[in-house]
């Protein structure tokens, strides 16, 4: 608490020192430097103005439209964010559907291409065993799915 109360303390005092600034002198010593000061030493220095400081951004009624221009650039940058992370997203549930689709189209065109006998199971739970142009329709008809899921 001590260090707050001295905080502020000296937080008046420098800024009741600036507002209490006084006359600023410029003066050349026998050397030729150029010298600043509060107090001339030498009935040669000149006071020299000093313009105010222009007023805080606080002051200005302008503002009002910064904030609201601020929060709209906000809004803005937040929406642009949102949207990239949801195209990513699908961009992402994208690419594992093709990685699933390509390695099941692999497999399936394996199958076919190892060749024998290969069967399918009918409604009435028997073997029903693929004709020679079954099977190779099957595997044209495979090989597109690859081509298709494994770009």
């Keep these: 608490m001590k260090k707050l109360i001295a905080v502020i303390t000296l937080s008046l005092f420098c800024a009741a020192t600036g ?32 313009p105010k400081a222009p007023p805080s951004s606080r002051d200005t009624p302008a ?27 699908a961009a992402e549930k994208e690419r594992k559907i093709r990685e699933t689709n390509c390695s099941r189209s692999k497999r399936k065109l394996t199958g ?4 024998g006998r290969i069967y399918e199971i009918d409604e009435q739970g028997e073997r029903s065993y ?6 190779q ?6 090989q597109k799915e690859v081509d298709k899921w494994c770009k």
Excluded at 72 to 87: F, G, I, V, W, Y
Excluded at 112 to 115: Q, R
């Design 137 to 142: 329709q099957r595997l044209e008809a495979a």
């Design 19 to 50: 507002a209490l600034a006084g006359k600023v002198y410029k003066w050349t010593d026998s050397e030729g430097n150029i010298h600043y000061g509060e107090r001339p030493p030498t009935s040669q220095a000149r006071e020299i103005d000093i």
């Design 63 to 89: 503002q009002g439209n910064s904030l609201q221009e601020t929060n709209k650039l906000l809004d803005t940058l937040q929406k642009e964010r949102q949207q990239k992370a949801e195209k990513k997203a």
């Design 112 to 115: 076919y291409k190892i060749g």
């Design 130 to 135: 693929l004709s020679d142009s079954d099977i």
